[in-house]
C-alpha cells in the first residue's frame, strides 16, 4: 500500500510538472533568455538536471548569457555525472565573447574542480593555479593548489614540467 502511494505521488508531481513545463513553452518567447535562465536555476534546485539544461541551453544562445548558461550546464551535468561534457561546457563558457572576470575565474576553477574530480591532478593543479596566480583567495584555491601540488609531485618523482606556485616550470 505505501509503494502505491508513494508511486501516486511521483505521478502526481510528475503531471503537474508536465503542466508547468506546457504552460511556460506557451507563455515564454524563446527570445526571453533571462526568463529560461530563471526556469533554468529553479529546475536545477529541484534536481530536474535535463530540463535545466535545456533552459540554459536556450539562454546561453544569448550572447550576454552565454557563459554564465555554459556554466550553469557544466554544473548540472557534474550533478549528473557527466564531468567529461561538464569540461566541454565550462570550457565553451571561456570562449564567450561576453564574461566577466570572476566568471572567468569560476569556469577556470570548475574545470579544475573537474579534473581533481576525474582524478587527473596535473591538469586540476594547473587550472587551479590559473585562479590562485590572479585571486589567491578565489573559494580557497590557494590551499587547494598547494594541496595538489604536493601530491603531483610525490607522484610524479622526476617533477619534469609541474609547474611550482610561482607558475614557473620546475
Do not use: W
Amino acid at each position: 500500500m505505501a509503494g502505491s502511494l508513494k508511486n501516486g505521488h511521483a505521478n502526481d508531481v510528475e503531471t503537474v510538472l508536465a503542466r508547468f513545463r506546457h504552460g511556460v513553452g506557451r507563455t515564454v518567447s524563446i527570445e526571453d533568455c533571462d526568463t529560461h535562465y530563471d526556469l533554468g536555476v529553479a529546475y536545477k534546485e529541484m534536481g530536474l538536471f535535463d530540463d535545466a539544461i535545456g533552459e540554459f541551453k536556450i539562454a546561453a544562445a544569448n550572447p550576454a548569457r552565454q557563459c554564465l548558461g555554459e556554466t550553469m550546464i557544466g554544473l548540472c551535468l557534474v550533478e549528473k555525472g557527466d564531468v567529461v561534457t561538464a569540461i566541454d561546457h565550462f570550457k565553451r563558457g571561456l570562449q564567450a565573447a561576453e564574461k566577466t572576470e570572476r566568471e572567468e575565474l569560476a569556469l577556470y576553477f570548475e574545470i579544475g574542480a573537474s579534473y581533481e574530480h576525474l582524478g587527473d591532478l596535473s591538469e586540476a593543479l594547473y587550472f587551479f593555479q590559473k585562479v590562485d596566480k590572479r585571486d589567491p583567495g578565489f573559494r580557497g584555491v590557494h590551499n587547494r593548489a598547494q594541496r595538489l601540488q604536493v601530491h603531483v609531485r610525490g607522484v610524479d618523482r622526476s617533477g619534469a614540467g609541474l609547474a611550482n606556485p610561482n607558475g614557473a616550470e620546475t
